[in-house]
T-cell receptor, first 112, second 112 residues
Framework: SQTIHQWPATLVQPVGSPLSLECTVE??????LYWYRQAAGRGLQLLFY??????ISSEVPQNLSASRPQDRQFILSSKKLLLSDSGFYLC???????????FGSGTRLTVV | KQEVTQIPAALSVPEGENLVLNCSFT??????LQWFRQDPGKGLTSLLL?????REQTSGRLNASLDKSSGRSTLYIAASQPGDSATYLC???????????FGAGTTVTVRA
């Protein structure tokens, strides 16, 4: 069966520090991968998605970047965190549109 | 741009009462619609996935309907239990790409 792993679960980082969040999927090949952010009291915002290795599409101009170095690995990064980067980050995957989305357990990022 | 609206934003019911959660979307050219559950501080758990060709899906006490022409979906939860307390999110998958559009969610509290 397919599983999705996301880590770390919680992160507290100072302003200006770098960021690296990792997401991996098991049990499937060539998944579509997504990074979403959920700010307090707000809905989910799509940040990046990838349909293949090295293929990254950005939805919202921001302080973050994404990379897909391997088929089932998706990384969210920042060189210098801002206070506004705080939020709940969720990774998701889908094989095909008609299979629906599966989400990871999320990373709570607090920038102080 | 697809807009997804969920009404009501919050709902509090006594245990045993049936729950009715509404979701509306502006663009009927969808591929599927997915209902998720989110517990506080947790990731999203998929509840039901309805393909655009389907009218409803059922799983246990949950039933979701889809009316593409009117841009509406309804999630019914029968005989609610305190364990059903969570935020329920509706997400719509467009016909031309793989990006989900989310509603802001309905936060449900079931009182024992």
């Amino acid at each position: 069966s397919q599983t999705i792993h996301q880590w770390p679960a919680t992160l507290v980082q100072p302003v200006g520090s770098p960021l690296s969040l990792e997401c991996t999927v098991e049990g499937t090949s060539n998944p579509n991968l997504y990074w979403y952010r959920q700010a307090a009291g707000r809905g989910l915002q799509l940040l990046f998605y990838s349909v293949g290795i090295g293929q990254i599409s950005s939805e919202v101009p921001q302080n973050l970047s994404a990379s897909r170095p391997q088929d089932r690995q998706f990384i969210l990064s920042s060189k210098k965190l801002l206070l506004s980067d705080s939020g709940f980050y969720l990774c998701a995957w889908t094989a095909l549109a008609n299979y629906g989305y599966t989400f990871g357990s999320g990373t709570r990022l607090t920038v102080v | 741009k697809q807009e997804v609206t969920q009404i009501p934003a919050a709902l509090s019911v006594p245990e045993g009462e049936n729950l009715v959660l509404n979701c509306s979307f502006t663009d009927s050219a969808i591929y599927n619609l997915q209902w998720f559950r989110q517990d506080p501080g947790k990731g999203l758990t998929s509840l039901l996935l309805i393909q655009s060709s389907q009218r409803e899906q059922t799983s246990g006490r949950l039933n979701a309907s889809l009316d593409k022409s009117s841009g509406r979906s309804t999630l019914y939860i029968a005989a609610s239990q305190p364990g059903d307390s969570a935020t329920y999110l509706c997400a719509v998958g467009p016909a031309n790409d793989y990006k989900l559009s989310f509603g802001a969610g309905t936060t449900v509290t079931v009182r024992a």
